[in-house]
C-alpha cells in the first residue's frame, strides 16, 4: 500500500509520516530528497521545481507494489492507495514556518495555501481516496492513531472537516497584503 502524506509546509508532514512507518513497518520516503537523488527538477534559490510528470513517472518506476509512506507537499500528484491530507489552523502554519527562517513571502504564500485550502482540493482532483485530518491541537501520536483508525475502518474518503473562513482576521498579520 502507498500512503501519501501531504499538506502545506508547517503541518507536520516528516512527524506524522515517520510515526506511520514505525507503526506499519512501511519505508519511508522523504519526496524532496527522491527528487534530488534522481536529478528530477533543479533548484531555484532555496526551492526544489520538479516536473512533476517526470517525479510521477519514475516514482510508480519504483515503487509500485510496495508498502510505503511518502513524505511531501506534492505528494498527492503521486499515484498513491490513500492520500492522507494534514491540516492545521493557519496561524500555527505562520508560527511555524517564521520560526523555521521563512521569507515574510513564502510564510503568506502558505499560510493563504492553507486558508484556502488548496492542496485538499489538488489532492481530489488527482485521487480518489482522501483523507482530511485537522492536526490542530493534537499530537502526532494522536494524528497517528486517528489516521490508522480510519484506515482499519476501511475509510477510504473524508473530507470537509476544515474551514478556516472563520480565522481570516487573525491570521492577516500573515499574509501578503
Not at 509520516?17 to 530528497?33: A, C, Q, T
Not at 510528470?53 to 510505503?68: P, T
Not at 499515484?79 to 517564521?98: F, N, S, T, Y
Amino acid at each position: 500500500m502507498i500512503i501519501a502524506v501531504t499538506g502545506t509546509p508547517g503541518v507536520g508532514k516528516t512527524t506524522v509520516s515517520k510515526l506511520l512507518v514505525e507503526k506499519l513497518g512501511y519505508e519511508y520516503v522523504n519526496l524532496r530528497d527522491y527528487a534530488l537523488e534522481k536529478g528530477i527538477g533543479e533548484m531555484k534559490g532555496e526551492e526544489l521545481e520538479v516536473e512533476v510528470d517526470e517525479l510521477v513517472y519514475n516514482f510508480e518506476r519504483d515503487f509500485k507494489g510496495k508498502d510505503i509512506v511518502v513524505d511531501g507537499h506534492l505528494s498527492h500528484f503521486l499515484p498513491a492507495d490513500l492520500v492522507v491530507v494534514l491540516r492545521a489552523h493557519p496561524r500555527l502554519i505562520g508560527e511555524r514556518l517564521k520560526e523555521r527562517g521563512y521569507s515574510r513571502e513564502k510564510v503568506g504564500e502558505n499560510v493563504e495555501a492553507e486558508l484556502v485550502d488548496v492542496i485538499l482540493v489538488e489532492a481530489l482532483e488527482e485521487n480518489e481516496n482522501v483523507i482530511e485530518v485537522d492536526t490542530t491541537g493534537k499530537t502526532p501520536e494522536e494524528v497517528v492513531d486517528e489516521i490508522l483508525g480510519l484506515i482499519e475502518k476501511g475509510v477510504k474518503k473524508r473530507v470537509g472537516l476544515v474551514d478556516w473562513s472563520e480565522a481570516y482576521d487573525e491570521i492577516i498579520p500573515y499574509l501578503r497584503l
